[in-house]
């Protein structure tokens, strides 16, 4: 069997009950819009060496804190006014929303990028969460927080993202976890998520199997 069946009957085996209203809450940069950010190059302006750069600028003091926060909001501004988004990704948010599913964004961008981008693109969600409403992914805690906003069960639900936070934070809500990895390869963290996807025309299929395992 390959490593992507071994997947698909994994997810098969955990029964989510989409009983009700579901949600399927997705990150921004690289899941929705197309990867511009250069981390690394953060990094290097800001001082870091490796490792993740929000936690790393949370244990700066005040001054040099607020000097790499201004770093990061450039770099993110960069990206938002020259980026793309990817070519379907306004499509398939509208057969979710025609499938009865909420939409969500979780982003560990700020807010302030993150509206001008759904502005720009003319996207709909029914709920926005960044880095300024509180915990950011891995944490569990903004997923919750979304299902608890939707009225939805983290169990019915889904969290569609990019990197291994994205999976991490919808792994540890109890949500199903969808990876998206575009033309890049495949990363050594995939066989955490339930399913792995190259475009994201391909999640409403995904959807529908994993209603059909779950009427019978």
């Known amino acids: 069997m390959t490593h992507l069946a071994l997947l698909l009957s994994a997810t098969a085996l955990r029964c989510h009950r989409m009983l009700g209203r579901s949600a399927i809450i997705f990150d921004l940069d690289g899941t929705i819009t197309r990867p511009y950010i250069d981390f690394d190059a953060i990094r290097r302006d800001i001082g870091i060496a490796s490792g993740t750069i929000l936690e790393a600028i949370a244990q700066m003091d005040s001054a040099t804190r607020a000097q790499a926060e201004e770093i990061v909001l450039r770099h993110e501004w960069e990206a938002a006014r020259n980026g793309d988004i990817y070519d379907d990704a306004v499509e398939v948010l509208e057969a979710c929303r025609t499938n009865g599913f909420a939409t969500a964004v979780?982003?560990?961008?700020?807010?302030?990028?993150?509206?001008?981008?759904?502005?720009?693109?003319?996207?709909?969600?029914?709920?926005?969460?960044?880095?300024?409403?509180?915990?950011?992914?891995?944490?569990?805690?903004?997923?919750?927080?979304?299902?608890?906003?939707?009225?939805?069960?983290?169990?019915?639900?889904?969290?569609?993202?990019?990197?291994?936070?994205?999976?991490?934070?919808?792994?540890?809500?109890?949500?199903?976890?969808?990876?998206?990895?575009?033309?890049?390869?495949?990363?050594?963290?995939?066989?955490?998520?339930?399913?792995?996807?190259?475009?994201?025309?391909?999640?409403?299929?995904?959807?529908?199997?994993?209603?059909?395992?779950?009427s019978h």
């Open 106 to 214: 979780l982003t560990r961008n700020a807010r302030a990028v993150v509206d001008y981008l759904i502005d720009r693109y003319r996207l709909r969600f029914d709920t926005i969460r960044t880095r300024e409403d509180g915990a950011v992914k891995p944490s569990p805690e903004p997923v919750y927080s979304i299902c608890r906003e939707l009225q939805v069960d983290p169990r019915d639900s889904w969290m569609v993202g990019d990197f291994l936070y994205d999976i991490r934070s919808g792994r540890s809500a109890g949500t199903g976890t969808i990876l998206m990895i575009g033309d890049g390869p495949v990363p050594d963290y995939a066989g955490q998520a339930d399913y792995i996807i190259r475009r994201l025309r391909e999640i409403p299929a995904i959807l529908d199997f994993a209603n059909s395992s779950n």
